[in-house]
């Protein structure tokens, strides 16, 4: 069946640095993917999502890349900061007019001060 | 704090009870999801809702039952049959069911069997 793939499943970074992760999505029809944020106890919240007739988009920060070819897409945060540390999960979303929204298995991010 | 409401935040529930989730939204969203969240595991869906009185089976239905009778509402039951539900549950809405559009999500309920 469809999964999303994301890794790696912890990081830690030096405040300051750049963290990067990745996922892979097994359903070529999927066309829209977004990222979400959950810090500890709370809900995930979106903090950016790509449409897949785009590569790349940036917030600040953060951005998205995305390679349809390769069925890959990843998040990439700069100047990384403490109070980015949370658990980031990866989606896909089947297109199609479906409602279905495959989440991968999340990245639990730790940004050492 | 508006948008989705879950309640209880915490429960705790003997083996063979059924409890009922609640969920509310006061977002004008077609469509409703609950979600299970355990360790390692991601967000995995256990019944969705494109319209009142309509809803569908997700990856994990077995052991859970839903209702829709307002669009507001969408109450999950996690009965005696769910053989494992001790996990975080997350309730969320959008604005239609289309792939496409953005899932805002409760703050979801801890459900502990003792």
């Known amino acids: 069946g469809e999964n999303v793939e994301q890794h790696p499943s912890t990081l830690s970074v030096q405040e300051g640095d750049s963290a990067v992760i990745k996922c892979t999505y097994s359903?070529?029809?999927?066309?829209?993917f977004p990222w979400y944020k959950q810090e500890l106890g709370k809900r995930p919240q979106l903090i950016i999502d790509?449409?897949?007739?785009?590569g790349e988009k940036k917030d600040q920060r953060i951005a998205v890349t995305l390679n349809k070819t390769a069925k890959h897409f990843s998040l990439h945060i700069t100047e990384t900061q403490p109070e980015d540390s949370a658990v980031y999960f990866c989606?896909?979303?089947?297109?199609?007019?479906?409602?279905?929204?495959?989440f991968g298995t999340g990245t639990r991010l730790k940004v050492l001060a | 704090d508006g948008g989705i409401t879950q309640s209880p935040k915490y429960l705790f529930r003997k083996e063979g009870q059924n409890v009922t989730l609640s969920c509310e939204q006061n977002?004008?969203?077609?469509?409703m999801y609950w979600y299970r969240q355990d360790p390692g595991q991601g967000l995995r869906l256990i019944y969705y809702?494109?319209?009142?009185?309509?809803?569908q089976k997700g990856d994990i239905a077995e052991g859970y039952s839903v209702s829709r009778e307002k669009k507001e509402s969408f109450p999950l039951t996690v009965t005696s049959a769910q053989k494992n539900p001790t996990a975080f549950y997350l309730c969320?809405?959008?604005?239609?069911?289309?792939?496409?559009?953005?899932?805002?999500f409760g703050a979801g309920s801890r459900l502990t069997v003792l």
């Open positions: 969320a809405s959008s604005q239609t069911a289309s792939g496409a559009n953005v899932l805002t």
């Open positions: 359903d070529s029809a999927s066309n829209y």
């Open positions: 790509i449409r897949s007739n785009v």
């Open positions: 989606a896909a979303s089947l297109a199609g007019g479906t409602y279905k929204y495959i």
């Open positions: 977002l004008n969203h077609d469509a």
């Open positions: 809702s494109q319209i009142v009185n309509d809803f």
